[in-house]
């Protein structure tokens, strides 16, 4: 009898002994088990072959759609004749399928960059649109808008009358985007023109290999470490990534950096909220009011402003001049001059600014610092105003930017993408997860079983002594 008591003893004691050592081995892979994960992350978010963030780095990706909507002028004879404020009507969206050729001309370097071109292709998408590529539009016309910034309005006057041009002209949709021959330049114009076989970078950007917070950062664009646009040092820094994704481990706190060749400089995009997607939990970064606001509202974009009687002595908020950009007198804008100032809703009339359909954004899954989704949304505009010399422009009250049409440029991650993430790194998460709470559950459970039995056994004990 005191030999079966003194096994069933030695059997509890090294039982409650196992159970301790099971939960506490479960404690301390919590801290071990972060260290796995960020050196699993960090691994897989190298740029390097064989990588998770290189395969979805090289290839296609999820689709990427541009939608455009455009402006159609309601009373066109009224605004050339009597001045009258243009009457605008939304059109579209008209749905093309664009960046579906994966990057080109990836080169490696020593300094642990890796530089490539991005191919520029728009197929349209009949069946995600509402309307088709022939539908004709009423939109202000390029040319004039053109020769008015451009030259002395007197040779302007000359050229728009010889070719019979009038401030507003009715064209295709396709004609509008892509391109058509104008009348009076004799040459080509578009909004988008050329877009089709072209190519934007090249770029050049960190690996990762070497400092894991500068992966994706880009290096170079068009070979230059700074772009020559803005005649300030602040303004023409390259800040960020392209946003396709980010260093990991983000922080609410701090704010995403991206460069957007579109525009032609850098912005940022703070943390707004955390939503789910198939399955992930991802942040959703916005861009700010101040990215377009006014210099007197936010001094870091007095180098962004350069013409000081459009933007009324760089006080109008809401647009940024692109000429020194792109060569052409162009105006960016959030679609329907959204945080933009109430006077460019005054010159114009048909406007709804919503910031639910207007705003761009990121989804970034924060472990990774993969953007699993995002949508740019930005309007092109262009400007005319009063001319004594231009006959047309005879009757026009004020300046005007006005509104030619805004994208949508958005991606979302797709199921099979979505997948392979989960696989990858939430899988391996999630079981490490697992064995470590099994191990505190059951290691607690067994240790307290145990000690339990110790006392009733020694309860009997004294029993029997007495």
């Known amino acids: 009898m ?9 059997w509890l004691i090294t039982g409650s002994v196992a159970g301790a050592v099971a939960c506490l081995l479960g404690v301390i892979l919590i801290p071990v088990g972060n260290t796995v994960i960020e050196d699993t992350v960090k691994k897989e978010a190298v740029l390097e072959k064989g990588t998770t963030a290189y395969e979805n780095w090289i290839s296609a990706g999820a689709p990427v759609y541009r939608q455009f909507w455009l402006f159609d002028v309601q009373n066109p004879d009224e605004v050339v004749a009597n001045g009258s404020i243009p009457q605008l009507q939304q059109r579209g969206p008209y749905t093309y399928r664009t960046r579906y050729i994966p990057k080109q001309n990836i080169t490696f370097s020593e300094n642990h960059t890796v530089s490539f071109v991005l191919p520029a292709e728009a197929v349209f998408e009949p069946s995600l649109s509402h309307g088709f590529e022939e539908d004709e539009v009423t939109s202000l016309n390029l040319a004039v808008a053109g020769v008015y910034s451009l030259i002395d309005h007197a040779w302007a006057n000359m050229f728009i009358e010889s070719s019979k041009s009038s401030l507003f002209q009715r064209r295709t949709v396709r004609e509008l985007l892509w391109g058509y021959t104008d009348p009076m330049l004799k040459r080509t114009l578009g909004v988008f023109y050329p877009y089709n076989n072209t190519y934007d970078g090249p770029y050049g950007v960190f690996t990762g290999k070497d400092d894991i917070t500068k992966v994706s950062m880009i290096d170079t664009w068009n070979n230059q470490q700074t772009v020559p646009y803005w005649n300030d040092p602040y303004c023409n ?3 960020g990534t392209d946003g396709s994704s980010f260093s990991p481990f983000l922080d609410k706190k701090k704010g995403l950096y991206f460069f957007v060749s579109d525009i032609c400089r850098s912005v940022s995009a703070d943390y707004d909220s955390s939503v789910e997607l198939k399955g992930i939990t991802v942040y959703r970064y916005m861009l700010p009011e101040r990215t377009f606001a006014s210099p007197t509202v936010n001094p870091d974009n007095k180098c962004y402003c350069t013409d000081y009687e459009s933007t009324k002595n760089c006080t109008l908020a809401g647009v940024l001049d692109i000429q020194s950009c792109k060569g052409s007198p162009v105006y960016i804008s959030l679609p329907h001059f959204l945080h933009g100032s109430q ?12 910031p639910e359909e207007h705003s761009t954004y990121l989804d970034v899954e924060p472990i990774t610092g993969f953007t699993l989704r995002f949508a740019k949304r ?8 009063p001319s004594k010399e231009i006959k047309i422009l005879n009757k026009v009250k004020e300046n005007t930017l006005f509104p030619i049409v805004w994208l949508n440029e958005s991606a979302a991650l797709d199921d099979q993408t979505a997948d392979r993430i989960k696989s990858a790194l939430f899988a391996r998460m999630e079981m490490l997860e697992v064995v470590q709470i099994s191990l505190i559950v059951i290691g607690a459970v067994v240790f307290v079983l145990c000690l339990i039995g110790i006392c009733i056994q020694e309860r009997r004990r004294r029993k029997i002594i007495a």
């Open 2 to 10: 005191g030999c079966s008591c003194c096994s069933t003893r030695c």
């Open 237 to 239: 820094m390259i800040n």
């Open 343 to 354: 006077d460019l809703l005054y010159t114009v009339h048909g406007l709804n600014p919503n």
């Open 378 to 385: 930005l309007q092109i505009n262009m400007m005319y105003g």
